[in-house]
């Protein structure tokens, strides 16, 4: 895909960001588990945050092919970084969408700026990729709510100020009785689990939170009573888009480490970039990763010409995800040993991958869209 001046534009600040700030920090924050929060703020100065909110609600207004593009160069970086770009993004887009003037100006700028923090509060113990087991509650309390329930696994929970939270406000209702609901995460009954220590992407915080007689205000409900499913749902596509450009950038990086290494490194009197059998694993890295910042972009092509892309969208994500586990895998082999150690890139990007594959919605069930888009519209549809 051709991209215009300013979409090479931001791309390249972008990629300048990562290679100057991201990458020599990356190590270091891997291994410390920290949430690098001064990152954030200046990426919220660059206006890496909300990439495709209007300009008239304060963002950069650009649209999702730019955000794809930063999500694959600051992955390239650290992935965790890009985890929370891609967070922002998702929260953003319900606030644009479904948010009152008064939500999206008590939340948007703060949340693209890192003033605060956000976290997207869906996944519970019997509520992963089956939404519908989702039991966190919220009865009407006078003209507010009571929120009562639990979240597992949820990305900055241990750091976020503000939680948007699916809730269930008809228990007869299945899908038709999910709300959400804006949450102050400082507020009393609010309690915060442990931050978990996770295999990769070890600077983004994940962790739980339990909400006992959180009450509410009215304005606290993010647009119509029982449309929560739908509206999560309506901005999964955006957010497979973003963990697929995450997962080329993890691809990219692995495939420059790789090759760099092979043409520095010597066996048997020659550089192990002259071997066939290693050229093999760097054009197969190079296709695989290609192949999959082509799918990305068609996906976020038709999204942006508001065409049917969930097919696309779920290609990308699946393909993307397979490709970094499998290549961040063979940049590995390339190194040999060395690259099983703590310390070496390849390493950490293999951790960093392997998530990919899970959050967004699972690979086995990316690949259960895909079938099912098949089915209802046909092989070209």
């Known amino acids: 895909m051709i991209l215009t001046e300013v979409q090479e534009q931001v791309r390249d600040m972008a990629r300048q960001f990562a290679e100057d700030v991201i990458r020599p920090v990356a190590e270091t924050l891997d291994r410390e588990e ?26 950069p207004g650009f649209d999702t092919l730019t955000y794809a593009l930063v999500m ?36 948007l700028a703060p949340v693209m700026t890192a003033k605060k923090k956000a976290a997207y509060c869906i996944t519970e113990p019997e509520a992963g990729t089956d939404v519908s087991g989702i039991r966190t509650t919220a009865e009407r309390d006078g003209e507010g709510w009571r929120l009562n329930g639990g979240k597992i696994w949820i990305h900055n929970a241990p ?64 647009g119509e009573e029982g449309r929560g499913f739908h509206m999560m749902m309506s901005v999964l596509d955006k957010g497979r888009v973003g963990i697929a450009s995450l997962a080329v950038g993890i691809g990219q990086a692995g495939l420059e480490a790789a090759l760099d290494y092979a043409q520095q490194r010597k ?66 082999q390339v190194f040999g040993g060395s690259g099983y150690i703590r310390g070496f890139e390849v390493e950490r990007l293999y951790r960093d991958a392997k998530i990919t594959q899970i959050y967004e919605g699972t690979n086995q069930i990316q690949r259960m869209i895909i079938a099912r888009e098949l089915v209802k519209h046909g092989a070209r549809g």
């Not at 269930?168 to 220590?197: C, N, Q, Y």
């Open 34 to 59: 920290r949430f690098p929060a001064e990152l954030y703020e200046q990426m919220g100065e660059l206006g890496l945050f909300g990439i495709a909110v209007p300009e008239a609600m304060g963002g």
């Open 72 to 107: 694959e160069e600051l992955s390239r970086g650290y992935a965790s970084v890009a985890d929370q770009c891609g967070l922002v993004e998702l929260i953003s887009t319900l606030l644009v969408r479904h948010g009152t003037s008064q939500q999206r100006d008590e939340w």
């Open 159 to 222: 750091v976020a100020d503000v939680g948007f939270v699916l809730a269930r406000t008809d228990k007869s209702a299945g899908h038709k009785g999910m709300s959400i609901f804006i949450v102050d995460l400082h507020a009393k009954g609010v309690e915060r689990g442990p931050k978990e220590h996770k295999m990769g992407q070890r600077a983004s915080q994940v962790g739980a939170l339990n909400f006992t007689d959180v009450i509410l205000p009215p304005e606290a409900l993010l």
């Open 267 to 332: 066996q048997f009197g020659s550089k192990i970039a002259d071997f066939q059998g290693v050229q093999w694993l760097l054009a197969d890295m190079a296709k695989d990763i290609e192949a999959a910042r082509l799918l990305v972009h068609s996906a976020a092509g038709k999204l942006d010409r508001g065409e049917n892309a969930t097919k696309a969208c779920s290609m990308a994500k699946c393909f993307a995800g397979d490709m970094a586990v499998a290549r961040s895998a063979d940049a590995i």
